[in-house]
Structures are given as C-alpha cells and as structure tokens.
C-alpha cells in the first residue's frame, strides 16, 4: 500500500522520510523537495505526475540513488541509501534498481542481447547463464525473435521493450520508470504500459513511474502528484496539472 | 573477457574516425622508425666500437697525419696487444654523389684489429698478392652491382688523379650495425704513389688494449710519450673517436629527437581530441553504464583501453611497415652505413605509442568517470 503521510509500516520496502532537495542557482537556493514522505510496498505499481519542474525526476533519481538528498531519508528493502559512499551506492543500484528510460538509451553497437546482457555483466554468472537470464527476459518482453538486432532495427516500441528487458533481466528489487511512453506513439505506449502491468500482476515487480501522460497514469494502481515539493494521492490532488 | 564485447565493440562504432585515427598512429610511428633508422645509421659507429680499442690521432686536428714511426713506439706501451693504422682517402666513384668511405689500410695488421669484419681467406689472399686490389663491404657492393674482378676507378679529392683498383674481396659484417659500405686498399699503394707527399705519414692508429679498464692509463701513456713532439697525439677509446665523428655532422641526435617530438604532439592532440569528441558524443550510454551499476573506475578504463587499444593498433603497424621498409633494403643504395631497424627503437615506439595513447585518454577518461549520471541522463 503506497501512503505519503509517514506513517507507513515499517516493513515497507521503499521508506521515505522528510526529503529536501535543495538546488543552488546562482545565488539563489530553490527548494525542489520539502520534507517528502513516502511508503511503497513490494508489489505496488505507482505512477507520480505533475508539472514541469515539479521535483518528479529529482525524486526518481533519489529513488535510484543517483542523487543526495540534502536532508532525509531514504530506505530501500532495509538499507538506508542516503548515507552510503559512491561505490556502494553503484553496488547498490547493480542489486535493486533496474532503470527504465523515456529515450531507451540502448547501446548502438550492441545487439539486443548483448544490451540486455550488460547488468548481468556485473554478476559472477555463467555465460551460459547470463545466455538464459537474456533469453528470459527477452521472451517476457516479447522480442526472444530479436536477440541478435541492433537498435537500428528495431522500432521505437521494440527499442523500450529491449530497455525493459535490460532492466528486469538481474531481477532488481524495484523498476524507475522515466516517462517510458514519452517517445512512442499510442500503440506502442499502450503496449509498453500493458508490459510494466504484467511485470506487477504476473512478476510481482515493484514499479514506481514518472509520467506526463494521464492515460499511462491511469494503468497503475496508484498515482501520486508532486506539488510544491511534496506528495499527494492523486483523488486529493484536484487542480493539480499533469 | 566478458567484457570484451562491450569495450572492443566502441572501437567500431564510427569506421572511419577509428580507421583516421589508427592511421595518424602508423604514419607517426613509421616516420619514428625511420627516423629511428636514420639516427642508428649515424650513431652506428658508437655501438659497434670496441671497448678494448683506443683511437690515436694528431693532436692538432684529425686530418693531421702521423708518422708511420709511431707503430713500433705504440706496440711497446705496457697494455698494448696489436697496433694497426689507416688514411682516409676521400676519392668518389665517377661522380660527387657516389661518396664513400675509402681507407687505405695496413695490410698486415688491419684484419685481426676488426675481426667482426669476414674476408674469405682466398679473397684475402689475392687481396694481398695485389697492390692495387680493393676489398669492399657487401652494401657497397650491392649499390654499384659490382663483382670480384671489376675494375673500379676512384676519382681522389684529397690525392689527386684518378686512382683504379681490382676489387679483389668482399666484406661482411657479423652484427646488424656493423658499416658495410667501406673500401679499403693498400696502404702501400697510397704510400708508393704519393710519394712526395705522404711518404712515411699514416692517417691514425687504431690499438688494441688488454683490459678496457686500463683504458685512461694507456691513453694517457701513449700521448704522453709523443709530447713536445713535432706530432704530438691525441688518444681517446673508439666510441668517443666515433662520437666525435657524429657531431662534425652536427646534433642529429637534437634534430631528430625535434622532429619526433613535433610527430608525437601533434599525434597527441589529434588523437586526445579524437577521445573528448568520442566521449562527449556517448555521454548518456556512460551515464546509463553507472546508472545500471557500473562504477567510475570501469568507465575510466573503458575509454583508457579504447585509447590504448588505437595507439597500439595504430602504432604497431606503423613500426611494422618500418620494419618491413628496412627488411626490403636501403633506398638509399648504401648512402647510409647501415639500414636496420633495431629492436630497442621497436621498443621504444610501442612506449611512445603507448604513452602518447595514455596522454590522448586520460582526460576524457577522467571525465567519463567523474560524470555525475543524474546531470547527464538530465532525467534518469
């Protein structure tokens, strides 16, 4: 169950309390994030909206650890991310989070797999299993006939599903999502949504994602609006644009 | 090994970059190993001179001559073994571009001096039974396309007229830097027919030691001897008398090492600019590699290898064809003492290539790994 107002269970897999984000402009200090609280359980698939400039790609990236809160915390499956050095906080990441990106961000000069491939790099699995967990993960998302295309021969659907299948092939603890429908057409944005809901139903993935889009908000089970710098559960959050 | 794929795979992203790249690596190092060749061609007589041999020349200057007197004198000084002496001649061959060192050479003591220098024993002998017979190196040989028994005329510069020999033998050497392109004739030819000038004067002595580690004190005995004479005498070992040879033709050891230098700047910027643009253009797939858990460290070294992976490529080939280009054989048809590429100059190239490599990268390998994901992905 997601809640916002930091009276979560403390057995919540993503705990969140009193999160500020400061930015310095110039000589100007701006507040993107004040005082955020938020509880997610395993499970749960959560879509957060709001204007631009809101804080909500800011909140991811703490999310993801790869940012610093300027005060707060932030607790993922029992580790707390906020005080951990660089390396360990990359170490952490390899084991957790799996990253979903609006532009795919795929590696041009790799294949498919070869892409999918590259967190598993990071593990002390086989080839021979590293194979497998590919393959997996590329049936999941549909494209185990694309093992061996290039980026360049692959639409921009197919692109994303490859970019799912990279970010669930080591089985992180939880999916950030960046606007994953952002660069596709309604089809393919349809399909992709319809991947992260089946991800949640059938994998039990923890999905938490940023969107501008009210219909892909729609497909999660929760949405989340950013304002002035903290949380609000969608119904409550009337007059809030996305 | 796993990671193979991902970091050979950069070398290949942009053909033509890459293949330029490698290109500016083999032209800079095959430039490097010809210069390399040049150098070792001038400094070839400071390698191969012999520890145990001692140069003795007139004090005033080494165009002076000595008297032929002096061998006796020099065979008795405690720690002297063998004693032989040489005139440079300074003749050409039908025209000023066809220069070649010519020595006129004591026939009984000059062969066992240089024994890294093999005359079949027949050739030596009827080298020997004939007083105007020559015996020439086997570069020398191959740049005229001579052949036992040709008559070959000498036109002098400092002995004039035209002087004609038999060439009677040919010469090789036993190691690579050893010059091949000398002539040497009888000495009792040059004495005979310049007569009036030059009767009883040899050019310089060359004298064996029986311990290199005796050196200063032989040389300093020798010159001591001749002092306050008419021809007083300078001794020095074979490596400085060579040393001093290399720079009457000036520092070409500086005007080399110039050149190179400007070759590997130059190679230095284009291929670290190469680097930042490569780098700058793959910004967000670095980001992404940290974002799904690879560290700064594994970034560094993926564009540090990729630099590497260029120089040595690139710099491998360079040296190759070099070495290819002296194994063909000297195109300057033995205007240089010898054409060799030896191994240290490889060595030293690869380091080069090397270095240069580590230089073009390390920057933008620095910065790769000091990229902060959050601003690069700008959104995750």
Redesign the interface.
């Known amino acids: 169950m997601v809640r916002v107002d930091g009276r979560g269970l403390s057995n919540s897999l993503i705990q969140v309390r009193g999160l500020d984000k400061k930015y310095r402009r110039g000589s100007e200090e701006i507040d993107v994030l004040q005082g955020l609280n938020l509880d997610v359980d395993a499970g749960d698939f959560v879509a957060f909206m709001g204007p631009s400039g809101s804080g909500k790609?800011t909140l991811?990236?703490l999310l993801?650890g790869?940012?610093v809160p300027s005060k707060g915390s932030i607790t993922v499956a029992g580790d707390e991310i906020t005080h951990m050095s660089?390396?360990k906080l990359?170490?952490w990441?390899?084991?957790h989070v799996g990253?979903i990106?609006?532009?795919y961000?795929l590696?041009?000069?790799?294949t498919a797999a070869?892409n999918v491939e590259?967190?598993l790099?990071?593990t002390k699995l086989s080839?021979a299993d590293?194979r497998q967990h590919v393959e997996s993960a590329l049936q999941i998302v549909g494209l185990g006939d694309r093992m061996d295309h290039f980026p360049n021969q692959l639409s921009g659907g197919q692109e994303q599903r490859v970019g799912i299948a990279?970010a669930i092939v080591a089985d992180p603890t939880f999916l950030?999502c960046?606007?994953p429908t952002g660069d596709l057409d309604r089809k393919s944005a349809d399909e992709v949504m319809t991947l992260l809901e089946r991800l949640v139903s059938e994998h039990k993935k923890t999905v938490l994602l940023?969107t501008h889009d009210p219909l892909a908000a729609e497909r999660a089970q929760t949405t989340l609006h950013l304002n002035k710098g903290v949380l609000v559960e969608g119904k409550a959050a009337e007059g809030v644009t996305s | 090994m796993k990671y193979a794929r991902l970091v050979l795979s950069n070398l290949f992203r942009k053909k033509i970059r890459t293949t330029l790249t490698v290109g500016s690596f083999a032209v800079a190092l095959f430039l490097f190993g010809l210069l390399a060749v040049v150098r070792g061609a001038f400094n070839q007589g400071l390698e191969v001179a012999g520890a145990d041999r001692l140069v003795v020349v007139n004090k005033v200057s080494i165009i002076q001559p000595l008297p032929i007197s002096y061998k006796e004198r020099l065979a008795q000084v405690p720690g002297v073994k063998q004693v032989t002496h040489a005139n440079w001649f300074g003749g050409v061959y039908q025209d000023e571009r066809n220069f070649f060192p010519q020595f006129a050479i004591d026939e009984d003591s000059y062969h066992q001096m240089f024994p890294e220098f093999i005359v079949s024993n027949d050739q030596w002998k009827a080298w020997l039974d004939d007083r105007e017979g020559a015996i020439v190196g086997d570069d020398l040989v191959k740049r005229f396309g001579w052949k036992i028994g040709d008559r070959v005329p000498i036109k002098g510069t400092i002995f004039p007229g035209t002087w004609e020999f038999n060439l009677r033998g040919i010469y090789h050497g036993t190691r690579p830097a050893d010059d091949t392109t000398q002539f040497w004739f009888h000495y009792k030819f040059l004495e005979e027919r310049e007569n009036a000038y030059w009767k009883g004067l040899i050019g310089w002595y060359t004298i064996r030691i029986d311990d290199p580690d005796n050196a200063v004190r032989v040389a300093k005995a020798v010159d001591d001897m001749f002092a306050n004479s008419p021809w007083e005498t300078k001794t020095d070992t074979e490596k400085s008398f060579a040393a001093g040879f290399v720079k009457q033709a000036g520092n070409i050891g500086l005007i080399i090492m110039s050149i190179g230098a400007v070759v590997f700047f130059t190679l230095l910027l284009v291929t670290g600019n190469t680097m930042a643009i490569a780098v700058r253009e793959r910004t967000r797939e670095l980001a992404v590699l940290k974002a799904v858990g690879f560290s700064d460290r594994f970034v560094l070294f993926l564009v540090l290898f990729e630099s590497l992976a260029v120089a040595i490529i690139g710099g491998g080939l360079g040296l190759l064809l070099a070495k290819l280009m002296t194994l063909r054989g000297d195109p300057t048809k033995g205007m240089l003492p010898f054409f060799y590429l030896p191994p240290q100059a490889i060595m030293l190239g690869v380091l080069a290539a090397l270095a240069v490599g580590i230089a073009a990268g390390i920057f933008p390998a620095l910065s790769a790994m000091r990229l902060r994901v959050a601003d690069a992905l700008r959104r995750i």
């Open positions: 790609t991811l990236n993801g790869l940012d660089g390396g990359t170490a990441r390899a084991r990253f990106f609006q532009m961000n590696i041009p000069v790799l070869q590259l967190p790099l990071l080839k590293r990279r950030l960046d606007e940023v």
